[in-house]
Nanobody, 124 residues
Framework: QVQLVESGGELVRPGESLRLSCAVSGHTVSRGAMGWFRQAPGKEREYVSAVKGGTPYYSDSVKGRFAISKDSAKNTVYLQMNSLKPDDTAVYFC???????????????????WGQGTQVTVSS
């Protein structure tokens, strides 16, 4: 049984940083792709970032500010978020996709297992 548990979300001020973690069990993070998505109130789930093999992928809205990484020994994926903006406020979800190919990393339906999410709020 695959389980993904996100943590690290909190209330921060604009310009500050946060690191989200996604602890994974029942699935190896080095297999396929691991993705981060977010969903703000009243909006659809939005792709943020993914990592497949050693290659990171980012949405245009976070490129240059966020960095995804994974620790295979801990079977954990991270999302380092810098220069946070109020528009980054959302629930952030981690997802596992063992069969995801590079052209699919931004497609929520390509991932087969999701965490419950962690709330990130950016406000002054």
């Amino acid at each position: 049984q695959v389980q993904l548990v996100e943590s690290g979300g909190e209330l921060v001020r604009p310009g500050e940083s946060l690191r989200l973690s996604c602890a994974v069990s029942g699935h190896t993070v080095s297999r396929g792709a691991m993705g981060w998505f977010r969903q703000a109130p009243g909006k659809e789930r939005e792709y943020v970032s993914a990592v497949k093999g050693g290659t990171p992928y980012y949405s245009d809205s976070v490129k240059g500010r966020f960095a995804i990484s994974k620790d295979s020994a801990k079977n954990t994926v991270y999302l380092q978020m810098n220069s946070l903006k109020p528009d980054d406020t959302a629930v952030y979800f981690c997802a596992a996709g063992p069969t995801v190919i590079p052209s699919q990393v931004s497609t929520p339906g390509a991932y087969y297992s999701w965490g419950q999410g962690t709330q990130v709020t950016v406000s002054s």
